[in-house]
């Protein structure tokens, strides 16, 4: 059993930068990989951006060069900085974990609570 809390997230202006933190907890194979999934109002859920336990990442296009997925192994942590803001990136910010990268980056096995990130226009 894994569980995953997030924390961050809130309001912010367009332009502006979050950060988001995920801490893991249980069986380590069972977050080899993390990430974050994000489902906006009326939106279905979709990736936001994955890494490794090697450290390999992914990156949606629509947040490419704006956003930074890290982790810190010996934290069991995954965080993503948010940078340069849109109100499109208005979200649930879910974090999520599995111990196969393919399989997180279609059907996660585990998933925090969520997060809501609002930017305002």
């Known amino acids: 059993q894994v569980q995953l809390v997030e924390s961050g997230g809130g309001l912010v202006q367009a332009g502006g930068s979050l950060s988001l933190s995920c801490a893991a907890s249980g069986s380590i194979f069972s977050f080899n990989a993390m990430g974050w999934y994000r489902q906006a109002p009326g939106k279905q859920r979709e990736l936001v951006a994955a890494i490794s336990s090697s450290g390999g990442t992914h990156y949606a296009e629509s947040v490419k060069g704006r956003f930074t997925i890290s982790r810190d192994n010996a934290k069991n942590t995954v965080y993503l900085q948010m940078n340069s803001l849109k109100p499109e990136d208005t979200a649930v910010y879910y974090c999520?974990?599995?111990?196969?990268?393919?399989?997180?980056?279609?059907?996660?096995?585990?998933w925090g609570q969520g997060t809501q990130v609002t930017v305002s226009s």
């Open positions: 999520a974990a599995d111990h196969d990268h393919a399989l997180l980056l279609v059907s996660p096995r585990s």
